[in-house]
T-cell receptor, first 115, second 115 residues
């Protein structure tokens, strides 16, 4: 079974608008962490934001925020005020358990920002 | 400071040959990870090393794949008798396991093409 599901293969967003990227996860662990990474066309993976399973508040990092709904097992990424440089592939990932640090990644969502 | 580096950046080989991919993690990082990204796919975990512990090899797809980490630093991923399905980008990441979220820093990857 897929541990991380990203249902949107591609999305278009107008510059300066907000966009929400969906991510649902599956785990039986109580302790886990959720990550979002950005991969531009150049190929490097850039860490954006992290949410721990015990964190009570949604994580925010600049224009990035994570809408964490634990009961629904979803961790959607919101990018506010989109910029042309936001065009990239975005991956949701999860670390499960305590002391196990490998990540399981979703298939990714391609975001294209239009001027 | 220097990030994660990988070499070579590109490798073209013939089916049946062995290849070695190298990863230099960020200095001082205790954990090192290998992932594989096939065309249009998400990242697939292969193996990870954490300090002096036995490596987690649970993601290696076959016994043709092996990896070692010498002196707690540089790592080499070896693929023996390469097959065309091994063609992918191989990404290395490292992390400093002191925080709860253990952010992984990725290298630029090695693009492997098996003819």
């Amino acid at each position: 079974a897929q541990k991380i599901t990203q249902t949107q293969p591609g999305m278009f967003v107008q510059e300066k608008e907000a966009v929400t990227l969906d991510c649902t996860y599956d785990t039986s662990d109580q302790s886990y962490g959720l990550f979002w990474y950005k991969q531009p066309s150049s190929g490097e993976m850039i860490f954006l934001i992290y949410q721990g399973s015990y964190d009570e508040q949604n994580a925010t990092e600049g224009r990035y925020s994570l809408n964490f709904q634990k009961a629904r097992k979803s961790a959607n990424l919101v990018i506010s005020a989109s910029q042309l440089g936001d065009s990239a592939m975005y991956f949701c990932a999860m670390r499960e358990g305590w002391g196990d640090y490998k990540l399981s990644f979703g298939a990714g969502t391609t975001v294209t920002v239009r001027a | 400071g220097a990030g994660v580096s990988q070499s070579p950046s590109n490798k073209v080989t013939e089916k049946g040959k062995d290849v070695e991919l190298r990863c230099d993690p960020i200095s001082g990082h205790t954990a090192l990870y290998w992932y594989r990204q096939s065309l249009g796919q998400g990242l697939e975990f292969l193996i990870y090393f954490q300090g002096n512990s036995a490596p987690d090899k649970s993601g290696l797809p076959s016994d043709r794949f092996s990896a070692e980490r010498t002196g707690g630093s540089v790592s080499t991923l070896t693929i023996q008798r390469t097959q065309q399905e091994d063609s992918a980008v191989y990404l290395c990441a490292s992390s400093l396991v002191t925080s709860s979220y253990n952010e992984q820093f990725f290298g630029p990857g090695t693009r492997l093409t098996v003819l």
